[in-house]
């Protein structure tokens, strides 16, 4: 059993930390809303009155926040948690921020003696839920096989992408493709009901056809296809419009650094900023099938 501060209770961060508890460990956690502390006062953890809290004594601590400036608030600030942990406490932030902040805490975090590695998750609200999340880690080898006595009680697999930031460059590449899968069958689908076809029976042709994916598979964007599924909630509960704008944002900041053409990403990064725009930020990012209604022109 590990002693986990947790800091993050959101559609992710939750469910999470509750999966931790079932997995026997002692779990103390953070967040700004009181709804969330309540939540996870629940499902067994410990709350803490304000974030130094959390560090006391922590095996590990664990981020699960939105983006990066909440991310370096929390340790790098100047109530940051930098000054408060122990030399034996590894820190995992989990959420998906720049690579360039990654690797910024794990250098300015180093000469306090902590270690660090980013591990940013995939598998949705689903996935954290379940306690099926995969971790795509980047920090030392050693460090990264010491976080595995968590992130296994989260998750089902873990991969070491390579050193400080490498988990966030994967994790970027891995939604950047997320949302052109999404979008692009958000427009088949849609395609086909305007010709009148059933959404059920099209997506059941291109599940077992060459058009098959993982939003096919188990996050169907049209409601009423797929029980459990954030669009079949009226779009609620999942992985926010705001969040894919900004992972996208990210991926076209590391293209742009590097020189590399994706223009897909930049395609989808502007149909999701507009989506944003037009108020559905708050929704799941499923919602993007709404933005792709197709009129039947007489
Ligand atoms: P969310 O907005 O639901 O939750 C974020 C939580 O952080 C909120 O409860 C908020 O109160 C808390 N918070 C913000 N600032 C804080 C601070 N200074 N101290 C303590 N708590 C603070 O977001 P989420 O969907 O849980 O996503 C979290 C991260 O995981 C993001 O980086 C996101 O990109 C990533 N992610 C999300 C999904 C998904 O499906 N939702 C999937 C993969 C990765």
């Excluded at 270690?115 to 990264?144: M, Q, Y």
Aim: some cysteine; glycine content about 12%; aromatic content about 6%.
């Amino acid at each position: 059993m590990a002693k986990v501060g947790f800091i993050g209770l959101g559609n992710m961060g939750g469910p999470m930390a509750a999966n931790l508890v079932k997995a026997g460990h002692q779990v103390t956690v953070f967040d700004l809303s009181d709804a969330a502390l309540a939540q996870a006062r629940e499902a067994g953890c410990g709350v803490a009155e304000q974030l130094v809290d959390v560090a006391e004594n922590a095996d590990f601590v664990i981020s699960m926040l939105p983006a990066d400036h909440h991310v370096e608030a929390v340790y790098l600030g100047e109530q940051g948690l930098q000054h408060k942990l122990s030399k034996r406490t590894l820190v995992i932030d989990c959420s998906t921020i720049s690579a360039e902040t990654a690797r910024k805490l794990s250098a300015e975090l180093a000469p306090h003696g902590i270690r660090f590695i980013d591990a940013p998750v995939s598998g949705g609200v689903g996935g954290a839920k379940a306690g099926t999340l995969t971790f795509i880690c980047g920090g030392d080898e050693s460090a990264v096989d010491e976080a595995r006595n968590v992130l296994n009680g989260m998750g089902k697999n873990v991969f070491r992408a390579g050193d400080a930031g490498a988990g966030q460059v994967a994790k970027i590449c891995n939604n950047m493709l997320l949302s052109v899968l999404m979008a692009g069958t958000s427009e088949a689908l849609q395609l086909g009901i305007a010709h009148g076809l059933d959404p059920k029976v099209l997506s059941e042709i291109m599940l077992q056809s060459s058009g098959r994916n993982w939003t096919l598979e188990v996050y169907n964007p049209c409601p009423g296809v797929m029980d459990g599924v954030p669009s079949s909630n009226d779009y609620q509960g999942g992985f926010l419009v705001d969040l894919m704008a900004k992972d996208l944002g990210l991926a076209q900041q590391a293209a742009l650094r590097c020189g590399a053409s994706t223009p897909m990403g930049s395609l989808t990064l502007n149909l999701y900023r507009s989506w944003a725009q037009l108020g559905h930020g708050r929704e799941d990012f499923s919602s993007i099938f709404k933005y792709v209604t197709p009129q039947m022109k007489k």
